[in-house]
C-alpha cells in the first residue's frame, strides 16, 4: 500500500499544516484494509472504519485507550499457534506471516500486519497500522455478518420462479422479475471473488428484508446481486415499486459514515411470463436488463419490453464473432486512437492517445467497445484479438511517426485483457513486438483493468515487471470502479489510474464520487502516479475534475477519435 509514502505525507500534514486533505482521510476512503493511528505510547488517535468492523467495535468512542486492548492478536498455527503478540511491540510482527486478529465475539480473523512509525519535525509521534484481512476472512464476513439479514437463495428462488412461471402460463396472470446489482464491476471468470460486506450493502439487505410480504419474494443471488419476484404485478406498477426503492435507498445511504464508499443501485425489470424462456433464462434476461441501466448514463432502472432479448443478444454476438474472425484473418479490423488531453498546465506536453478497436456490424454500426470485448471475451477470441491489436497498432504508430503524421514524443496506450495476462507466452510476444516496433519504449502504455490484475496477480507482476524492464509504462483501468485495497501498488507499480467512467460521470453531482475521485488523486499524487478521467464528454465533469487536481482527461472534451491507418 506504499505504508512509508503514506506516513511521509502524514508527516508533512502534521509538520506543516500545507495539505489540503487529510491523508488518514483519504486512505480510509481508498481502501478495505483497517487503518489504525497510535501516539506514542500506543494510544488510539484515529481508526477508519473498517477497523472497527474488523475487531467487531462498537459505536461508543474508544479513542486514547490501548490499542493491544482493541486490537489483541495472536500467532497463526505452524507459527508458535496461540503465541500472544502485540501491537504495541512491532518488531515483534512479521510482515510475511498473518497474525489472529480477536473480533469482539470470539472469532479469530486472520490479517497481515504492517506498522510505520510517525515523525514531525523530527521527533518521533506515533505509529500507523493497517492490518489487511486475509481474502478468504472477507468473504466470511461477507457472508456471515450478524447483522445482514437472511434472504432466500438462489435454489430456492429458481425453484419458486418456475412455480410462479407454471402458474402464470396456465392462468394468465403477470407478474414481474427486478434484478437488482451493485454498479462496481466483478473480477472476470472468477465470480465467489466478492468484495467484502459495506455499510450501504448492508443498509439494501436491511431494506429488501422490510420489503418481504406474501406478494414479493426476495433472494439474494450473490454478494452484491438480488431478485425480487413480484407476484400479480404489471410492468407499469412494478417501474414505479423499483423507483421507490431506489429514492429510499439513497436516502439510507446518505446517513453514512464519508469514509466508505457508496455503491450505486441498477435494477432490471421483466415481464413473467416472457415468450417461452424457462426460469434461468429469466433470471438472465432480468440481469442483461440490471446490465443495460448500468450502462445507461440518465437512469439506473431499465424496464425490459421486448421478448427473449437475451437469445437475441446471443445470436447477435455469434454474428459479430463471425465477422471479428473474418476482419482479423483478413487484417481489415479498424483501429482508432483517442485523444487523451492534459487537465493541468504542469502535465501539458507530450501528447497521448488511447488505442481501440473500431468493428461494424451487419448493418454498419458500429459495435459498442464494451459488448465488442465481453463477447470477445465469451468466445475465446479476446487474447487473438489483443495480439492483432499491439501487432498492427505498433507497426502503424512506427511508419506514421517515421513519416511526420504523428509526434516522435507522444505516448500511445493499449489495452492487455484477462486473457492475455494469463497466457505463459505474452511477455514473450509483447517484448518481441516491442523491440521490432523500433519505437521507444516510454512510448508505450499498456492498459490492464484493475479487476484483470487483481484476479491474475501473479501473471499480472511477471508481465509488469517485463514491460518495465524495457522500459514501457503501466495503467490500470476502471479504478475506483469498486471497493478495492491498494496494497497491490506496492507489488504492481504503475504510472497511470484511469478512473472508472461511472465515477467520472458522478464527479459533478454526487458528493461521494467527488470524494472518492479527491481521495484517489490525493493517493497517486503522494505517490507519483498520473490519473486519467474516462468518458468524459461534458465541459461541467471536466472543470470539476480539473479542480480536484486530475492529471488527464479522455472523451470527447479532449477530441474526437480517428482512424489509425497507413497513410
Not at 501516539?39 to 488517535?45: G, K, M, T
Not at 445482514?148 to 407478474?175: C, I, N, V, W, Y
Not at 415468450?275 to 436488463?289: G, H, I, K, T, V
Not at 511517426?401 to 500511445?412: D, K, L
Amino acid at each position: 500500500m506504499a505504508l512509508t509514502r503514506v506516513a511521509a505525507e502524514c508527516n508533512l500534514a502534521v509538520a506543516g499544516g500545507t495539505v489540503d486533505v487529510d491523508p488518514f482521510v483519504a486512505l480510509g476512503q481508498l481502501t478495505r484494509d483497517a487503518v489504525v493511528r497510535v501516539d506514542e505510547q500506543f494510544r488510539l488517535i484515529w481508526a477508519n472504519r473498517r477497523a472497527r468492523t474488523l475487531a467487531g467495535w462498537q459505536e461508543q468512542p474508544i479513542e486514547g485507550q490501548a490499542i493491544d486492548l482493541l486490537l489483541p492478536i495472536s500467532s497463526v498455527e505452524g507459527e508458535k499457534p496461540g503465541l500472544a503478540l502485540r501491537l504495541s511491540n512491532p518488531a515483534e510482527i512479521r510482515l510475511d506471516v498473518p497474525v489472529l486478529l480477536r473480533h469482539s465475539s470470539g472469532r479469530r480473523v486472520a490479517a497481515h500486519v504492517k506498522s510505520q512509525r510517525l515523525t514531525s519535525a523530527g521527533t518521533e509521534c506515533g505509529w500507523l497500522f493497517v492490518l489487511e484481512p486475509t481474502f478468504d476472512e472477507w468473504r466470511t464476513q461477507l457472508w456471515q455478518n450478524p447483522e445482514t439479514p437472511a434472504l432466500m437463495g438462489k435454489g430456492e428462488f429458481l425453484l419458486t420462479l418456475s412455480e410462479a412461471l407454471s402458474a402464470a402460463q396456465l392462468d394468465e396472470r403477470q407478474h414481474a422479475l427486478l434484478y437488482l446489482g451493485s454498479s462496481g464491476p466483478r473480477p472476470a471468470r472468477n465470480p465467489q471473488r466478492r468484495q467484502p460486506v459495506d455499510e450501504s450493502l448492508l443498509e439494501l439487505c436491511k431494506q429488501l428484508q422490510a420489503e418481504r410480504h406474501q406478494h414479493c419474494t426476495i433472494a439474494r443471488l450473490q454478494a452484491d446481486e438480488f431478485a425480487i419476484l413480484m407476484h400479480d404485478t404489471a410492468l407499469e406498477d412494478a417501474e414505479r415499486r423499483a423507483q421507490e426503492l431506489l429514492r429510499n435507498f439513497r436516502a439510507r445511504c446518505e446517513h453514512l459514515a464519508h469514509d466508505l464508499p457508496q455503491r450505486a443501485l441498477n435494477i432490471g425489470i421483466i415481464a413473467l411470463p416472457n415468450a417461452s424462456l424457462d426460469a434461468p433464462a429469466l433470471l438472465q434476461e432480468a440481469f442483461d436488463a440490471s446490465q443495460q441501466a448500468r450502462e445507461a448514463q440518465t437512469q439506473s432502472i431499465y424496464v425490459m419490453r421486448s421478448a427473449s432479448t437475451t437469445l437475441r443478444r446471443r445470436r447477435e454476438e455469434i454474428g459479430w464473432m463471425a465477422t471479428l474472425s473474418r476482419a482479423l484473418d483478413n487484417d481489415s479490423v479498424e483501429l482508432l486512437i483517442e485523444p487523451i488531453a492534459p487537465l493541468q498546465r504542469a502535465t501539458s506536453g507530450a501528447e497521448m492517445y488511447a488505442v481501440r478497436v473500431l468493428l461494424l456490424d451487419a448493418q454498419q454500426q458500429e459495435i459498442p467497445s464494451h459488448r465488442l470485448l465481453a463477447a470477445a471475451d465469451r468466445f475465446q477470441l479476446l487474447a487473438t484479438l489483443d495480439r492483432w491489436t499491439i501487432t498492427h497498432a505498433l507497426r502503424r504508430i512506427a511508419a506514421l511517426t517515421a513519416s511526420g503524421a504523428i509526434h516522435a514524443n507522444s505516448t500511445f496506450t493499449l489495452q492487455l485483457s484477462a486473457a492475455s495476462l494469463a497466457e505463459p507466452a505474452m511477455l514473450a510476444f509483447l517484448r518481441r513486438r516491442v523491440l521490432d516496433s523500433e519505437l521507444a519504449a516510454g512510448r508505450l502504455c499498456f492498459e490492464v483493468t484493475e479487476s484483470a490484475a487483481l484476479a491474475n496477480a501473479l501473471f499480472a507482476t511477471r508481465v509488469f515487471a517485463g514491460l518495465r524492464q524495457l522500459g514501457c509504462l503501466i495503467a490500470l483501468d476502471n479504478v475506483g470502479g469498486t471497493e478495492s485495497s491498494f496494497a497491490y501498488l506496492k507489488n504492481l507499480p504503475v504510472d497511470y489510474l484511469k478512473l472508472d467512467a461511472e465515477l467520472v460521470r458522478g464527479v459533478a453531482r454526487l458528493r461521494s464520487d467527488r470524494a472518492m475521485i479527491e481521495a484517489i488523486q490525493r493517493l497517486a499524487a503522494v505517490m507519483s502516479i498520473k490519473t486519467i478521467a474516462k468518458e468524459v464528454d461534458d465541459e461541467t465533469i471536466g472543470a470539476c475534475l480539473a479542480d480536484v487536481g486530475i492529471d488527464y482527461a479522455q472523451g470527447k472534451i479532449a477530441g474526437e477519435a480517428q482512424a489509425l491507418a497507413m497513410s
